[in-house]
T-cell receptor
Framework: AQKITQTQPGMFVQEKEAVTLDCTYDTSDQSYGLFWYKQPSSGEMIFLIYQGSYDEQNATEGRYSLNFQKARKSANLVISASQLGDSAMYFCAMRESSASKIIFGSGTRLSIRP | GAGVSQSPSNKVTEKGKDVELRCDPISGHTALYWYRQSLGQGLEFLIYFQGNSAPDKSGLPSDRFSAERTGGSVSTLTIQRTQQEDSAVYLC?????????????????FGPGTRLTVL
């Protein structure tokens, strides 16, 4: 069964610093996709980044990058030069190619200090 | 065009009543998902529609929950005989296509959600 684990319930980071949000996953499939969503206090879910299991390079989207370590089954999100607007809940998620549903982790609440 | 819309934004109901939640996906999106998010929790998958294929209902928590999607567009999630544990935010999302094909498939666009409170 697929499973997503986010071990950091909350994090505080100083503005302009880089931050890494941890995500580990468990799957027996060889083909799967991993991604991260941001949920500000307003409640909307915002897609950030996607990584396919066969992608050889780590995905990057602006200030976001995904540190994909397949052998360790980890998919950490790295935010460079954090901004106050980055304060939000961050969810890691996974979809196996054999499944239609996407499984979300429990989330990490990131707070950026000015 | 417009994003995913959901109605109502808030719904307060009494235990035992039936409720209907509506989702209007982005035009042209063939895949539609329903999720439930309890307070302070992650998202719980409920149901997935892809084109004309049979929906994946594996996430529905009980037979009190059902959903339909008419004409490949608007979807309605129905909860019968609501219970207090049904209280949550119900989120709908759509994506351009189904099938496992990278970002185009996995980039889901979420609606603002319906906050359901069962008294």
């Amino acid at each position: 069964a697929q499973k997503i684990t986010q071990t950091q319930p909350g994090m505080f980071v100083q503005e302009k610093e880089a931050v890494t949000l941890d995500c580990t996953y468990d799957t027996s499939d060889q083909s799967y996709g991993l991604f991260w969503y941001k949920q500000p206090s307003s409640g909307e879910m915002i897609f950030l980044i996607y990584q396919g299991s066969y992608d050889e390079q780590n995905a990057t989207e602006g200030r976001y990058s995904l540190n994909f370590q397949k052998a360790r089954k980890s998919a950490n999100l790295v935010i460079s030069a954090s901004q106050l607007g980055d304060s939000a809940m961050y969810f890691c998620a996974m979809r196996e190619s054999s499944a239609s549903k996407i499984i979300f982790g429990s989330g990490t609440r990131l707070s950026i200090r000015p | 065009g417009a994003g995913v819309s959901q109605s109502p934004s808030n719904k307060v109901t009494e235990k035992g009543k039936d409720v209907e939640l509506r989702c209007d996906p982005i035009s042209g999106h063939t895949a539609l998902y329903w999720y439930r998010q309890s307070l302070g929790q992650g998202l719980e998958f409920l149901i997935y529609f892809q084109g004309n294929s049979a929906p994946d209902k594996s996430g529905l928590p009980s037979d009190r929950f059902s959903a339909e999607r008419t004409g490949g567009s608007v979807s309605t999630l129905t909860i019968q005989r609501t219970q207090q544990e049904d209280s949550a935010v119900y989120l709908c999302a759509s994506s351009y296509r189904g099938g496992f094909s990278g970002r185009a498939y996995n980039e889901q666009f979420f609606g603002p959600g319906t906050r359901l409170t069962v008294l």
